[in-house]
């Protein structure tokens, strides 16, 4: 698939992950990371290509969008439906992972995976599982995925009340599977 897209380049892989593979590579004249999502074969073919256009267009969306608010993310360079080609940033600086997850909630935007591995330095990155999404609920899972993956520290320093107490509340109410010591921590507190 890579080379019928595009067939003067070499491109080669160097990430794999559970929904994409990363190939980098030049392309007039800039390093760029080709990010393919595969079929996978266990899905029927007509929902596994929705599921990957679906996700690739949320990506390219959210490419196109964060950079207006502030989010270091890698220029989109093209769309190929289930493929994109972006800028391949390299490890610089470093990003205020909190600040960078109250922007997004201050303007109804959910990552859907905001971990440690999905920044680059300064760069903000992967965004298949993203959404525009106002309710409190999906703003206090993303805290609760955050918490669980940088740290109780995370959850302290974040400032949004309202999603703070929306995720005490998905806590009591068992909506977050791995909220049990979570829990524990926030009554301490």
């Not at 502030?70 to 205020?96: D, Q």
Request: aromatic share 12%; hydrophobic share 40%; charged share 30%.
């Amino acid at each position: 698939m890579v080379r019928s897209v595009l067939p003067r380049i070499r491109p080669r892989l160097f990430a794999i992950g559970a929904e994409a593979r990363l190939y980098r590579f030049r392309w007039r004249g800039r390093d760029c990371v080709l990010k393919y999502r595969p079929p996978k074969t266990y899905r029927h073919p007509e929902l596994d290509h929705r599921l990957r256009l679906e996700r690739t267009q949320t990506e390219v969306r959210m490419l196109s969008r964060l950079p207006n608010l502030g989010i270091k993310t890698p220029s989109l360079y093209a769309n190929l439906g289930v493929a994109i080609i972006m800028e391949r940033v390299r490890r610089r600086g470093r990003a205020n992972p909190v600040k960078v997850l109250e922007t997004l909630h201050t303007h109804d935007i959910v990552h859907g995976d905001y971990t440690p591995r999905n920044f680059l330095g300064e760069y903000l990155i992967d965004f298949g599982l993203s959404s525009f999404d106002a309710s409190l609920q999906k703003k206090a899972e993303d805290l609760l995925v955050a918490t669980h993956a940088f740290g109780p520290w995370f959850f302290d320093r974040y400032s949004i009340t309202k999603v703070k107490d929306a995720a005490v509340q998905v806590l009591k109410l068992g909506k977050y599977r791995k909220g049990f010591r979570w829990l524990d921590y926030l009554r301490r507190n």
